[in-house]
């Protein structure tokens, strides 16, 4: 679909997405969020070619979205910003929000997540073939004990996987971010099983979660979460919108657990999150602490303790914002 912006700074726009896809980077958000600025300055009226701050402050305003995601755009219009700038165009840098946001995140009880692992590991779903019931729970393992994104899981071959060295390569990570992800012995351990049982004869396909109705090709991702939200229904645990923002239980939600199982191994090991928190971040593939943060300021209702801890460190890691 062609995009089309028509405000003073649309060509501006334009180069910017064209350096962006150059450097192979993705733009998919960069539209959204040009788009909606785009618009904003024509139904402004806005003549002069310059991103003032009063501008962007009053544009933010309109956006209905929780303070997280405020704060991803914000990130890409400083950006912008600063290329704007070295075309000699006037642009501000806006501040990031510094303030609590309406998005809540749930994660899994210690109870509940050996739950999910005992169903998982005996549930066959009956719209699928048997073999998923071998190859899911292994999915599963993957997801929490690597904190992947379900996409970049089923993207996996066995050319990225450096059993000697306990490493995992991500190749197709989101925003197209690669990274090397360390992984424990047990999980080394417990793939090469997996290897050895799904493809005895040394023989198989180049990914680790291949469907073999589909050849040459992992499972879709749709296809685990259907079998994921059944699992997470026989496992007793009940999934549903409570509050404004707030998500339903996803795969994703393995994440979340991945990375707040993280912080509390931390802590036992005497370590503070400003020190661990640069690690994470890089470890989960985020851009900044931002994406970390949000994980870590959910609902841990069974972890009020960490969850003390969680908050009294995160407000030395980024300063209190105030606008004027």
Not at 223 to 247: C, D, L, M, Q, S
């Amino acid at each position: 679909m062609d995009i089309l912006f028509k405000s003073v700074l649309s060509q501006e726009m334009y180069e910017y997405l064209d350096l962006l896809r150059s450097a192979k980077k993705d733009t998919e958000s960069y539209v959204s969020t040009f788009r909606s600025l785009d618009e904003y300055m024509v139904k402004s009226k806005v003549n002069e070619k310059s991103l003032t701050d009063g501008l962007v402050r009053e544009w933010l305003k309109t956006l209905s979205t929780a303070e997280t995601t405020k704060n991803c755009i914000i990130a890409r219009i400083r950006v912008f910003s600063r290329y704007l700038t070295a075309l000699s165009i006037p642009a501000c840098e806006p501040d990031f929000c510094r303030a609590s946001s309406a998005h809540v995140t749930y994660t899994f009880t210690d109870e509940e997540f050996a739950s999910i692992i005992t169903v998982a590991d005996n549930f066959k779903a009956s719209y699928t073939k048997t073999e998923t019931a071998h190859i899911f729970p292994i999915l599963l393992r993957v997801l929490y004990g690597c904190g992947l994104r379900v996409g970049e899981a089923l993207a996996l071959r066995w050319e990225n996987i450096d059993s000697d060295a306990g490493i995992i390569t991500i190749l197709e990570a989101k925003n197209n971010r690669q990274r090397r992800v360390p992984i424990s012995d047990s999980l080394t351990d417990l793939l090469q099983q997996y290897r050895d049982r799904r493809f005895p004869d040394g023989n198989g396909s180049d990914f680790l979660f291949a469907n073999f109705e589909n050849a040459g090709k992992p499972y879709l991702t749709v296809t685990f979460w259907y079998w994921f939200g059944k699992v997470i229904e026989k496992a007793g645990i009940r999934n549903k919108r409570n509050e404004p923002f707030e998500r339903c239980i996803s795969p994703h939600t393995l994440r979340h657990y991945f990375t707040f199982k993280s912080f509390q191994k931390a802590v036992a090991e005497g370590r503070v999150l400003e020190e661990c928190a640069p690690y994470l971040s890089a470890y989960l593939g985020h851009e900044s602490f931002y994406g970390t943060e949000k994980y870590l300021t959910s609902d841990y209702t069974m972890y009020t303790d960490s969850q003390e801890r969680t908050a009294k460190a995160i407000q030395f890691v980024f300063p209190e914002v105030v606008f004027e």
